[in-house]
């Protein structure tokens, strides 16, 4: 079992910037970013596999945002800029075992394990 800690999250103004953590406790091949806001679904936001094509984002946060694993693939960062307010949500890691289709990294069903979230506000 492997377990997802995030952190980092946080209130900032419109254009501020924000980058998240998520720790892994143990060897993942897929980690992503979602989130979710108040009244909304949970949306995908980014993935980075450990090796292989990506990273792959989606298109409200291209260019504003960038995943990145540390060298021992354990943790992943969400570098977030130019937060907009529609970026408020609670914010999730989620990690897949093994690989997949890249097409899977979009859907939240196919990762096995899940963080608590991390809050982040951006005030306009």
């Known amino acids: 079992q492997v377990q997802l800690v995030e952190s980092g999250g946080g209130l900032v103004q419109t254009g501020g910037s924000l980058r998240l953590s998520c720790a892994a406790s143990g060897r993942t091949s897929v980690v992503a970013w979602f989130r979710q806001a108040p009244g909304k679904e949970r949306e995908f936001v980014a993935a980075i596999p450990w090796s292989g094509a990506g990273p792959y984002y989606t298109d409200s946060v291209k260019g504003r945002f960038t995943v990145s694993r540390d060298n021992s693939g354990n943790t992943v960062y969400l570098q977030m800029d130019n937060l907009k307010p529609e970026d408020t949500a609670v914010y999730y890691c989620?990690?897949?075992?093994?690989?997949?289709?890249?097409?899977?990294?979009?859907?939240?069903?196919?990762?096995?394990?899940w963080g608590q979230g991390t809050q982040v506000t951006v005030s306009s």
């Open positions: 989620a990690a897949k075992r093994t690989y997949s289709s890249p097409s899977s990294y979009y859907r939240g069903q196919s990762y096995d394990y």
